[in-house]
Each structure stands twice: as structure tokens, then as C-alpha cells.
């Protein structure tokens, strides 16, 4: 059973800083692409951040360019995402995914084989 468990999240001023992570782990799996979203309450969740696990491509949704960054660590099945300058329109539950299956379109929910459970971004103003 595939496992992702994210961490990092929290309660933070507008203008501050988090380093959200999120650990694979659990049965036999390939990575393609691991993808970041958010869902805030009374929204559709909605894309954020992707990479490809082999080359590290990057993609982002237009709003979190500049402040956003996806990383990741092969060796610990691990992807990150940095993110600066907070705001209150970020506060969210963020959640990682997985393309396990192959390279389907970035920014789709249905393109990704498993999730996490999410973690809470709170931005205050």
C-alpha cells in the first residue's frame, strides 16, 4: 500500500515562510511526476506545483510563481515545496501526489495515481 504523509504545515503571519514535505512510502511504485495542491475551504481543490522525478521539471500555477518552489529527493522518495511571501489567500490544505503510471497532463487531478492526507497552511493577516 502506497503511503504519502505530508508535514510541515502551520499557523503563520502574512509575509512568512514554509517548507512543506511529503514522504513516499509503502509498495512498489514508480514516480513520474509528484505534484503539490490545495484546497481551501468552500473551493475546488486546485493545482499548485509539479516536478518530474527524473529530469526535475518544474510547473506552477500562475498565482504562486516567484514564491513557490518544488524540490525533490530521489533517494528519500521525498518532494518539497518552499513557500515565501505567504498570503492569505494561500491558507489551505496542501496535498501531495503521484503520477505512478506515467506522464499524464500536470495540473489535473485525475492525472495522479495516489495522495496524501494534507497538511494545513494558515496564513494570518
Known amino acids: 500500500q502506497v503511503r504519502l504523509v505530508e508535514s510541515g504545515g502551520g499557523l503563520v503571519q502574512a509575509g512568512g515562510s514554509l517548507r512543506l514535505s511529503c514522504t513516499a512510502s509503502?509498495?512498489?511504485?514508480?514516480?513520474?511526476?509528484m505534484g503539490w495542491f490545495r484546497q481551501a475551504p468552500g473551493k475546488e481543490r486546485e493545482f499548485v506545483a509539479a516536478?518530474?522525478?527524473?529530469?526535475?521539471?518544474?510547473r506552477y500555477v500562475d498565482s504562486v510563481k516567484g514564491r513557490f518552489t518544488i524540490s525533490r529527493d530521489n533517494a528519500k522518495n521525498t518532494v518539497y515545496l518552499q513557500i515565501n511571501s505567504l498570503k492569505p489567500e494561500d491558507t489551505a490544505a496542501y496535498y501531495c501526489?503521484?503520477?505512478?503510471?506515467?506522464?499524464?497532463?500536470?495540473?489535473?487531478?485525475?492525472?495522479?495515481?495516489?495522495w496524501g492526507q494534507g497538511t494545513q497552511v494558515t496564513v494570518s493577516s
Open positions: 509503502g509498495g512498489t511504485f514508480s514516480t513520474y511526476r
Open positions: 516536478i518530474s522525478w527524473s529530469s526535475g521539471y518544474t
Open positions: 501526489a503521484i503520477q505512478s503510471s506515467g506522464y499524464r497532463q500536470f495540473d489535473l487531478l485525475s492525472s495522479y495515481d495516489y
